[in-house]
């Protein structure tokens, strides 16, 4: 089939699966507790997200040039997603945090259990882990294209 030659899907798909590997251990590093959630979760070191529109718009210039549109687009796209990760998604996982702090201490002060389900707190991503993915994503399409 052709999608499996096009080769700047297969590197933009193994940044995503390296990156969200080394989330995961990661995390077991930290934590010492294996958490299969964090292979397809968000929120993280490093930023997956990052190195999957990182490792596009490089694989998006190495074969296209970086006076093209196709790469045009590429580093447009990366630079929104990087932004929205470091400031709508990591403010959002913020509000989350502190509205499961609230819920908890509401319960605790009533001892009436709320029924929902706690909000997802690990969002967004910290300057860092955005910065980590992105030259993951580099490296990972770097080395896609050197082999």
Partial sequence: ???FQNRILITVIAAWAIAQV??????YLLN?????????????????????VTSCATAAAMV?????FEFTIAAVLAIIVMHD??????????QAKAINDLRKYFEDLTHIKITDKELKELLGHTPLQVVA????????????FSI
């Avoid at 080394?22 to 995390?27: A, H, S, V």
């Avoid at 990760?85 to 913020?94: D, I």
């Fill in 64 to 68: 296209y040039g970086l006076n093209s």
């Fill in 32 to 52: 010492g507790k294996f958490d299969p959630s964090r292979l397809t979760g968000d929120g993280g070191m490093p930023s997956c997200h990052s190195a999957t």
């Fill in 1 to 3: 089939m052709e999608i």
């Fill in 22 to 27: 080394t989330k995961t251990i990661i995390y």
């Fill in 133 to 144: 993915g992105a030259l993951l994503g580099l490296i990972v399409a770097l080395v896609s």
């Fill in 85 to 94: 990760a470091m400031s709508v998604r990591l403010e959002s996982g913020k």
